[in-house]
């Protein structure tokens, strides 16, 4: 076991040992021992994010069906309508609403680095771009809308039939529309982070706060769970390990990642932390049984803060509650 791992275990109050908690730490010892590996050139658990290639043709068609509200089935919703592209690729409320008006099951995930993910969704029950958008597109508690229906519609469009016509040199269809929105989606990545210059070896690219926040960090054990690229997105975690997280919902999520994470309150699957600092508390008792002082908190907080970089030039921001 790595001497981050067997910090990690020193840190952890005293409790008797139960029969999956070896297991456990085998994981997240493995699981950091690939990250390490996957970190080209570093020790790091964490790598540079990169901008993946994309088609920019298939981008700026999927980037007006991203925003056109006749993807919905009432004309009345797009995707941005609860992935705001201008703030944080998600939204400010706890749960976004149907169509009806009723609360979605968990809240929004920002589409920022998603595609960076190796499942979507909190329940990780995609793994392909395009089939998520068509499961979204058809869902009728989030746009309720009937493929061929819209695919007539949008088709009609002369602009978009022009854009359609660029991209794919056929007219639209279900598959080249779910595939334009993939190419847009993977247009989504921010690079050019803080932490990701500081690990590129800008050594001033970090403040003492977030450099200390990144030791704490990992010392506690919080890499275990997120690292890689994506600082988390490409595993799955039991929530509520050492005492409850939430306030209930699926026994196992897909570890968000955190590279939007100061931007993206609230916090969970049920949206239940309000702010950073109290996600960050909860994560230590809840995840790691470990209770964080408030130099702590503020210090990893500023470090997440440092993992967030930026898209077509522009930072990201809070969106309202």
Not at 16 to 39: D, E, R
Not at 96 to 111: H, Q
Not at 298 to 306: D, E, Q, T, V
Request: aromatic share 6%; glycine share 8%; proline share 5%.
């Amino acid at each position: 076991m790595s001497s981050r791992c067997l910090s990690s275990v020193t840190e952890r109050r005293r409790r008797p040992a139960t029969p999956w908690l070896g297991a456990a730490f085998a994981v997240a010892a493995l699981c950091t021992s690939a990250a390490l590996s996957a970190a080209a050139g570093t020790d790091e658990p964490i790598s540079v994010v990169k901008a993946l290639a994309i088609e920019p043709s298939k981008v700026a068609l999927g980037k007006v069906l991203f925003n056109d509200p006749r993807l919905s089935g009432d004309g009345a919703r797009s995707c941005a309508t609860c992935h705001d592209i201008e703030t944080n690729g998600a939204s400010g409320a706890r749960f976004d609403r149907s169509p009806e008006g009723a609360a979605l099951e968990f809240n929004t995930p920002t589409v920022f680095n998603a595609a960076l993910s190796f499942r979507l969704n909190w329940e990780g029950n995609f793994s392909v771009l395009q089939d998520h958008a068509r499961s979204l597109i058809s869902n009728p508690n989030v746009m309720g809308g009937t493929m061929e229906t819209i695919v007539q519609a949008l088709g009609a469009d002369p602009a978009i039939r022009d854009l359609v016509e660029t991209a794919y040199g056929a007219p639209l269809d279900e598959t080249n529309l779910v595939d334009a929105l993939a190419a847009y989606q993977r247009s989504l990545v921010l690079v050019d982070s803080p932490f990701d210059r500081w690990l590129a070896g800008d050594a001033n690219a970090l403040t003492e706060a977030e450099k200390q926040g990144y030791r704490r960090f990992k010392a506690v054990g919080c890499a275990a769970c997120h690292q890689g690229r994506n600082v988390g997105g490409n595993l799955y975690q039991r929530h509520g390990i050492f005492h409850p997280l939430t306030s209930g919902g699926p026994a196992r999520v897909r570890v968000p990642s955190l590279r939007t994470v100061y931007y993206t309150p609230p916090y969970f699957h049920d949206g239940s932390a309000e702010t950073l600092d109290e996600a960050i508390r909860a994560m230590g008792r809840a995840q790691l049984d470990v209770i964080l002082d408030e130099d702590d908190v503020r210090n990893i907080a500023a470090f997440l803060k440092s993992l967030t970089g930026s898209h077509a030039g522009k930072s990201l921001r809070k969106a309202a509650p």
